[in-house]
């Protein structure tokens, strides 16, 4: 691959509501492949963006490192890398869920709707109603990251959903290379999003999947995000 991962800590940072544990099966099986050494912090609810950039900044006083994650993880590392440019190796963006403000992003009205369920329904109510319109996969995942989380994950999912990410003008200032992954078939998530980041910097490709595909495997993102800094 153009961009050499041995050796090197691989920070990844979970999506809104989600956890370590899936972010860990997402990425570490294609980082290990390629030598690199990978670190999955536990959202911290309370504090979920500072708590992910506390994670990279400790993680970042051995060295360089490469940093990633998926949907508000991949937003937070992305920014990170771009106020860090000496200290990243690379970028591991997994299903950018939006450019810039979230206004109307899809994954940040989920987010905010999601927290004002949890907070007036409480948490059991919640994973119904998230269960009756989730594929069965997804439903798992998140009844436990949602229920590993609670109480405090109303705050997690409000901080998410106000996120400035980073703009395309930003994103044009990216000096490490970028590997971003993205479902073509996630409105959440849309492909259109990643794609915007792969335009927008100078050395960035994409690689894609399906829903379906990641719903069989998780490993998908991050062996899109490898290969797609094999393509650099």
């Given at each position: 691959m153009a961009v050499d991962l041995q050796g090197v800590t691989a920070v990844l940072l979970a999506g809104t509501g989600s956890d370590d544990d899936y972010v860990y099966r997402a990425f570490a099986p294609?980082?290990?492949?390629?030598?690199a050494r990978v670190v999955t912090p536990a959202p911290e609810p309370t504090r979920l963006v500072e708590g992910y950039l506390d994670a990279i900044d400790d993680a970042a006083r051995d060295g360089p490192v490469a940093v990633g994650g998926i949907s508000i993880g991949a937003a937070v590392a992305t920014a990170w890398a771009l106020s860090h440019p000496r200290h990243v190796v690379a970028v591991l963006a997994g299903l950018p869920a939006w450019t810039g403000r979230p206004d109307t992003a899809a994954a940040a009205l989920s987010a905010?709707?999601?927290?004002?369920?949890?907070?007036?329904?409480?948490?059991?109510?919640?994973?119904?109603?998230?269960?009756?319109?989730?594929p069965a996969w997804l439903a798992q995942e998140l009844t436990r990251s949602w229920v590993g989380q609670w109480p405090d994950l109303?705050?997690?999912?409000?901080?998410?959903?106000?996120?400035v990410a980073p703009t395309a003008r930003e994103l044009e200032s990216l000096a490490a290379p970028m590997g971003v992954a993205a479902a073509t078939d996630d409105p959440v998530h849309p492909v259109e999003v990643a794609a915007e980041w792969?335009?927008?910097?100078?050395?960035?490709?994409?690689r894609t999947f399906t829903l379906d595909e990641l719903g069989a495997d998780p490993g998908v993102v991050g062996a899109a995000c490898v290969a797609a800094l094999g393509d650099l």
């Open positions: 294609a980082l290990h492949g390629v030598g905010g709707y999601t927290a004002a369920a949890l907070r007036r329904d409480g948490l059991a109510s919640a994973i119904a109603k998230m269960t009756a319109s989730s109303p705050d997690a999912m409000e901080a998410a959903a106000h996120y792969v335009t927008a910097a100078a050395n960035a490709a994409l």
